[in-house]
Nanobody
Framework: QVQLVESGGGLVQAGGSLRLSCAASGTIFRIYTMGWYRQASGEKRELVAT???????NYADSVKDRFTISRDNARNTVSLQMNSLKPEDTAIYYCKAAITTTLVGVMGDYWGQGTQVTVSS
């Protein structure tokens, strides 16, 4: 069984910063791409940023130059540094990871439970 646990959400004023972290634990053979997604109230879940095991990154246009994704392969963690936050960044942020649990196992997508980020104007 695999678990992803996020931390670091909260309330911040516009222009401020927050750092989200996500730790994967359980029966893990290998972690491939990790990423952050968000879902605002009444909206669809959307991609924020992803990072491959080789540390290639991809960002949504709305967060480029403000957010930075990073990972620690030894600790099975992924982080999202969020700077210059805007009220429109308010959402529940979810961690996602593509993981195989055995050498020959099928890769599956695992999600965290989400952490609330609220940016006040």
């Amino acid at each position: 069984q695999v678990q992803l646990v996020e931390s670091g959400g909260g309330l911040v004023q516009a222009g401020g910063s927050l750092r989200l972290s996500c730790a994967a634990s359980g029966t893990i053979f290998r972690i491939y791409t990790m990423g952050w997604y968000r879902q605002a109230s009444g909206e669809k879940r959307e991609l924020v940023a992803t990072i491959t095991s080789g540390r290639s990154t991809n960002y949504a246009d709305s967060v480029k130059d403000r957010f930075t994704i990073s990972r620690d392969n030894a600790r099975n963690t992924v982080s999202l540094q969020m700077n210059s936050l805007k009220p429109e960044d308010t959402a529940i942020y979810y961690c996602k990871a593509a993981i195989t649990t055995t050498l020959v196992g099928v890769m599956g997508d695992y999600w965290g439970q989400g952490t609330q980020v609220t940016v006040s104007s």
